[in-house]
């Protein structure tokens, strides 16, 4: 499945969200993960829409920013180690 494939409803099984509190916040947190693993990857929309695994980027990202909605400092910032392979192994701007 792609990226663009990926519908509210898929978006919110996963992350165990109900329909009525999440729409907003579903509209601003889809593209910002779509914009993270563009920075991450270097890739482009339509190179991104090529490669299915990063669609299980896109859902744990959206995941991360739905559950990690609280402003907090930590010396140790962590990226989810699912989501840093898949956007390692895509990776073209550190070549």
């Known amino acids: 499945m792609k990226i ?3 519908t509210d409803e898929i978006i919110n099984d996963y992350c165990g969200i109900c329909e009525e509190e999440a729409s907003d916040l579903l509209e601003a947190m889809k593209p910002a993960a779509q914009a993270f693993i563009r920075s991450y990857t270097g890739l482009t929309d339509a ?3 090529e490669h299915e695994d990063l669609t299980v980027a896109y859902l744990l990202l959206i995941n991360d920013m739905y559950s990690q909605r609280d402003y907090t400092l930590s010396w140790q910032k962590q990226v989810n180690p699912t989501v840093d392979l ?3 192994s895509h990776a073209i701007n550190y070549l």
């Open 47 to 49: 190179e991104i829409e």
């Open 86 to 88: 898949i956007l390692r």
């Open 4 to 6: 663009s494939e990926v």
